[in-house]
């Protein structure tokens, strides 16, 4: 993993939710000079005073926050500064919660295993507008998206889907196919022969999809799967 | 010339063609059938280049093989008699047309069996996933287009067959002839049928050696998953004799159940049914085993089958290959449940390797891998470059090939050898 970071000047702003300390200096440690961070917070309440209060361009949000949740933390933040961008972060990779935190706002999620470069990677991506997928949740847009008749049809007859929101590309799904498989933006883009910009678009779109279907599937989808 | 072995539908004759003039093989594929209706030569020339041309980067052709095989050689004159008796039937019918293309029709089916039983054994491979689905048309099925199919297909044939009938002979007149030709191919299956058991009876034998050979392989892969990895491990953890006990301890478990209750080592447990869960217990197992990560995506979920735990087998062979030889930190495996086939890649950014310089006697991408996926229809396509990493992308038909292996099975009996039974 050797992509290189964008070399300007610029440092994004970030800020820290996250309830455990040790992984708070961790992240702090590996990111190191790239980034300022501007503040930490270990629970909901502190989080959304202090992130409304110092906005930040980038949030590292742990999915799991006592007191409500990851999800709660967006609620509190987007509708104030719909400005700062929020990327997910996880152990437990539930898809109920990682779809919670999509649908909330978040611009990506990535697991806590991801290694110093790669989460500098991201942290860039988000800042700079673009959605930041990790493999897993590549695998649950496919997942929840591919096989829409995976459980009883009867009620997904509904009326009033936008069909345009209701299902991904064929592109999409290569992207997001070659995301779950491990490749980075980089490999994505050379081996479908497309720009990294464009693999970028792709991911995005598929977000904004993500967050604004009204799609049966995605939330019972979400409740009733337990992956592995 | 070359036949081609990517865009192939049966040689890869018509893409070799089309590779090497230039001309758009769909053309070139619908003249040849076209022609092949009413000439029945093109059938036979298709034949023939199949035996000569040789495949892709081969440097032997089927000919040279086939000439040294006397039983196929010995098939091929059995299938004379027949000619004759064919030949007897349509001139007392008058039916010409029949007459013209037998010959060359019987010719290319002699060819065809010869090429059957000297092509290599990825050809054979293929031949028999792409042939095997046609034949099950036949076969009982649920599908319901099969049963229509079917009808549809012997209606045709019996009106075909009525209507040359009354159009040679308006008259019963027609049955009396038919009686001395009745006692001429008597006298023929009298003569040659003796031979004909002959022949079917060393096939047979053939086929059990074949199915020896296959279980043997087999064999041969389970041991190196378990016994010979486990060797491996071992070596390295020289110096940790608790962990050389504990490695010890569970590989005796694994032979035993193996050896007397017929658990294949290594392999999912009869217990694990669904694909998802089969994926987990292999990443639970060699995270535990090889001390690496291993993250899994998995889109969709199916019950397991025979092919299934094969796939996963392959699976677990690559992911342990990558712990031990890539030299990364983490594999990832992702997995997902198609219509028609699961697909499967196991990928690591480690140092790589070169796939062609892989000696022929290493036994985990041989036997573990490919041949494990042959056997039930499989693909194998490993992408790797020292200092690129590795995938191995797997892909098992499900599905459609569910009908087609227990089609095979029953055809061949004896083609699924399981580990040796327990001894009594």
């Given at each position: 993993m050797t992509d290189t970071r964008p070399n300007d000047a610029h440092r994004p702003r970030i800020f820290l939710v996250e309830d455990h300390a040790v992984f708070r200096a961790g992240v702090r440690a590996e990111l190191g000079d790239a980034v300022e961070v501007v503040g930490e917070a270990d629970e909901v309440e502190a989080a959304i005073e202090l992130i409304n209060e110092r906005v930040p361009e980038v949030v590292l949000l742990d999915v799991h926050l006592p007191g409500g949740g990851g999800h709660a933390v967006l609620h509190g933040v987007l509708p104030h500064h719909p400005e700062v961008r929020f990327l997910a972060l996880s152990v437990s990779d539930a898809p109920e919660d990682v779809i919670a935190v999509i649908r909330a706002g978040a611009r990506g999620y990535i697991t806590k295993t991801i290694s110093g470069g790669e989460l500098l990677q991201a942290v860039y991506r988000v800042a700079a507008g673009d959605a930041v997928f990790s493999p897993r949740l590549a695998g649950f847009v496919l997942d929840a998206f591919s096989h829409p008749t995976a459980g009883d049809q009867s009620d997904t007859v509904t009326t009033g889907l936008d069909p345009e929101l209701d299902q991904i590309s064929p592109r999409e799904r290569e992207v997001l196919r070659l995301i779950a498989r491990g490749y980075t933006y980089k490999e994505v883009a050379r081996d479908l022969t497309i720009s990294a910009k464009t693999v970028e678009s792709h991911v995005s779109s598929v977000l904004r999809k993500l967050q604004l279907s009204t799609r049966h599937e995605l939330t019972r989808w979400a409740t009733d799967r337990r992956l592995i | 010339m070359r036949r081609s072995s990517d865009g192939r539908v049966l040689a890869g004759i018509c893409a070799g063609i089309s590779q090497k003039t230039g001309i758009d093989v769909t053309i070139l594929r619908i003249g040849f059938v076209l022609v092949g209706l009413f000439a029945g030569f093109p059938v036979l020339i298709y034949a023939l280049a199949w035996l000569i041309v040789p495949l892709g980067t081969e440097t032997s052709n089927i000919f040279s093989r086939a000439v040294a095989d006397r039983r196929g050689i010995r098939l091929v004159i059995a299938i004379i008699p027949l000619v004759i008796v064919t030949q007897i039937v349509v001139s007392l019918l008058h039916v010409s047309f029949v007459g013209i293309i037998s010959w060359p029709v019987f010719l290319a089916a002699g060819l065809t069996i010869l090429i059957w039983r000297n092509a290599s054994e990825p050809e054979r491979v293929w031949m028999h996933n792409d042939l095997v689905p046609m034949l099950s048309?036949?076969?009982?099925?649920?599908?319901r287009w099969k049963v229509i199919l079917r009808t549809t297909a012997g209606a045709a044939l019996a009106v075909g067959g009525i209507v040359v009938l009354i159009l040679g002979h308006p008259s019963t007149a027609a049955l009396r002839p038919l009686g001395g030709a009745l006692l001429v191919i008597a006298a023929i299956v009298v003569v040659f049928g003796p031979w004909w058991l002959t022949l079917v009876r060393d096939l047979m034998a053939e086929r059990q050696a074949r199915a020896l050979a296959e279980e043997r392989g087999q064999m041969a892969a389970h041991v190196h998953d378990s016994v010979l990895q486990t060797l491996a491990l071992i070596q390295r953890a020289a110096d940790d004799p608790q962990n050389v006990v504990r490695l010890a301890r569970a590989q005796e478990r694994e032979l035993r159940a193996w050896l007397f209750e017929g658990r294949a080592p290594g392999s999912i447990g009869d217990e694990v049914t669904m694909l998802a869960e089969g994926i987990g217990l292999l990443q639970r197992h060699v995270e535990a085993d090889h001390g690496i990560t291993v993250q899994v995506v998995m889109v969709g979920d199916c019950p397991l089958t025979e092919s299934l735990r094969a796939l996963l087998d392959a699976a677990r062979e690559a992911t342990v290959n990558s712990a031990k030889w890539s030299g990364a930190p983490q594999v990832s495996l992702y997995a997902e449940v198609e219509p028609g086939a699961v697909m499967l890649f196991v990928r690591d950014r480690g140092q790589g390797f070169d796939p062609d310089a892989v000696p022929a006697d290493r036994q985990g991408i041989a036997q573990s891998i490919r041949a494990r996926m042959a056997r039930y229809g499989g693909t194998v396509v490993i992408r790797s470059a020292p200092g690129e990493g590795t995938e191995v992308e797997l892909k098992m038909p499900t599905a459609t090939a569910t009908a087609t292996a227990t089609a095979t099975a029953t055809a061949t009996a004896t083609a699924t050898p399981n580990p040796p039974s327990p001894p009594k």
């Open positions: - | 048309v036949g076969s009982e099925g649920p599908g």
